[in-house]
């Protein structure tokens, strides 16, 4: 159906901030509630939409030209329009709700339209469980076994004792041997010499001219 927005207004002045929007469901309560109502808004979402307002949650943006429902005032008559289509492009207030449904007010009219755009659900993701396998344990290497060899220590005699002076007795039996010395040197002194031959000497022949 085709929303004639220059009619039926549930505001008679165009708004020109979101906050004027704010204001007209508080002068205007029961119309507004009314048309949220119709357009099949909750009271929750409702209340939902106008904290929005006043927080400044809401973006001003070119309306989309199709609409789940459009709400109007003719005469005091609050009604709604399914499937509403606005055939020129409308400025206007965008406000999107937690439950995923978006309302838009025409900056044109003030009038309270609603869209549900299906909630698409969370994509599962598979949950890969990974099972820990500890790792093999190394065997340990066997311990390494020094071997230290010990050094032998250097051999040192032992001093020896000290040779205690003995006192030696003077040798004389070099002395007996000058009589026998003696007797040699004489007879090779004498071996060459003749014997005398006086006195009856050359009674064996031994004496000789």
Not at 16 to 41: D, Q, Y
Not at 87 to 92: A, D, E, L, W
Not at 128 to 157: D, E, G, M
Request: proline fraction near 14%; glycine fraction near 6%; include cysteine.
């Amino acid at each position: 159906m085709i929303v004639n927005l220059y009619v039926d207004h549930l505001m008679t002045t165009p708004p020109s901030s979101a906050e004027e929007v704010w204001n007209a469901t508080k002068e205007h309560p029961r119309a507004f509630k009314e048309a949220a109502r119709r357009i099949g808004l909750t009271p929750a979402e409702y209340e939902e939409f106008r904290n929005d307002l006043l927080d400044g949650k809401v973006v001003y943006v070119r309306l989309p030209k199709h609409m789940d429902a459009m709400a109007g005032d003719r005469g005091g008559n609050i009604y709604a329009v399914k499937n509403a289509y606005m055939p020129n492009p409308v400025m206007g207030w965008k406000v999107t709700l937690s439950t995923g449904a978006v309302v838009y007010v025409p900056q044109t009219c003030g009038n309270l339209a609603l869209s549900r755009f299906p909630v698409k659900p969370a994509k599962r993701v598979p949950v890969v469980y990974h099972h820990y396998a500890p790792p093999p344990q190394a065997t340990p290497a066997p311990p390494v076994v020094v071997s230290v060899q010990p050094t032998p220590a250097p051999y040192v005699p032992p001093e020896a004792p000290p040779v205690a002076a003995v006192a030696t007795p003077p040798n004389y039996n070099w002395l007996i041997g000058v009589p026998l010395l003696g007797g040699l040197i004489y007879i090779i002194t004498n071996h060459n010499t003749p014997p005398s031959c006086s006195g009856g000497s050359n009674e064996y022949n031994v004496c000789h001219k």
